[in-house]
């Protein structure tokens, strides 16, 4: 969940991300014009995407395409936490990729209808189009496989989870974060991963809870131990 942490990794362990500047708000500072930045203001390269530090389902994040843009997008992911981040926004596809067994699924392409895939876009009927698998060159296809398991493995999930990827025009891949806990309901991208690769949202289900209870089980094992 900690955004910030998740980079730092990324970075250490030669996982490709976008770059990015951490901006944290003190208690009390004035925020009403944008000389108040100081000179993180002529750091910020845009577009950029704001972004609170620790959160999901895209709540608080805005994409800045303009300097005038930015107080408001800063203000908004601000309302949520007082520590954001702000980060190189990619142009190009949307990916996710599912993990389960610790191992890829399917490769989901997100293309919004509108913007971005915000909160609204997300969990809205008919507001995003997702195509899966998606249509990549097949070396493009295994590499955003391989990375999206590496930042899995990085992060030191196990069992599941959903990495989101950004593919440039020159099919330059980017972590953009892996979701430890990712949605299940009808809206989610997880069980839409692993229905490309034959797999029912029952029988996700009751392998996500195996999965979990083998864990359990092993854990006990070594504490008796």
Not at 48 to 63: A, D, E, H
Not at 183 to 201: E, Q, V
Request: aromatic share 8%; proline share 4%; glycine share 6%.
């Amino acid at each position: 969940m900690d955004k910030i942490v998740s980079k730092l990794i990324f970075l250490n362990t030669n996982i490709p991300t976008a770059d990015f500047l951490v901006y944290w708000h003190k208690p009390g500072q004035s925020l009403d014009n944008l000389e108040s930045l100081g000179a993180l203001r002529q750091r910020i390269q845009y577009p950029t995407v704001v972004k609170p530090y620790f959160s999901g389902s895209s709540l608080g994040v805005s994409v800045v395409r303009e300097e005038p843009q930015l107080l408001e997008a800063l203000k908004k992911a601000l309302s949520l936490q007082n520590k954001i981040i702000l980060e190189n926004y990619i142009e190009g596809r949307e990916l996710t990729v599912g993990i389960l067994e610790d191992e890829p699924l399917s490769v989901v392409e997100i293309i919004p209808k509108k913007g971005y895939y915000d909160f609204t876009a997300k969990y809205s009927d008919g507001m995003t189009e997702f195509i899966v698998p998606a249509k990549l060159e097949n070396t493009v296809y295994s590499k955003v496989q391989e990375i999206a398991l590496r930042a899995h493995k990085a992060l030191g999930c196990r069992h599941f989870s959903r990495v989101d990827i950004r593919l440039n025009k020159d099919n330059e891949i980017f972590v953009l974060e892996v979701n430890s806990i990712p949605g299940l309901t009808s809206h989610s991208l997880l069980p839409l991963s692993a229905s490309a690769c034959g797999i029912n949202f029952d029988r996700l289900i009751l392998t996500m809870t195996q999965l979990a209870l083998n864990g359990y089980k092993a854990t006990k094992e070594v504490a008796k131990s």
